[in-house]
């Protein structure tokens, strides 16, 4: 299997707003307007020390409001192998609090990225692996593997694939 070369882009700027009302009643009236206006808006929460220091919201690859699904359609409309971005994850939260997704060959890969050490590092996949590269950040994560191929592994048959992180998305 050929390797691809990965190539530096630089990251295009936010294309979508991010508000962090202190208000309820407004969080829910602006969040019902963000979604008949596509905008992004992302609710204050106490569950992920990434998001409450604030690293990951300016980013043009984070998705904080969107779910699995709305994250999967927007990758499919981009079409481009490479197309990723980073998602609250699905499920309780915990050691796993955030999902990378990120499309080749049409099919999106969903990736847990997992808190380490109380949050001073993190690791991408399910834990359980002997030699895993440890990240200071999220956005340290998705640097490294915008210059380096990211092995993605389908779970079913086994076949192994490399891509970089080129084209960062927001649904």
Known sequence: MPLQLCLQLRPRAPSLLCLIPSQPQLYNLLLLAGRRASLSF????????AIEDGSLLGQPWYS??????????????????????????SGPHGSQPLTLAVLLHGRVFNIPIRRLDGGHHYALGREGRNHEERFSSVAAMVQHYMQHPLPLVDRHSGSRQLTCLLFPIKP
């Open 64 to 89: 904080g409001n969107s779910d699995r699904y709305a994250v999967e359609s927007a990758l499919l409309r981009c079409q481009k192998d490479g197309a990723y971005t980073v998602r609250p994850s």
């Open 42 to 49: 992302v609710a204050p929460t106490g569950s992920n020390s």
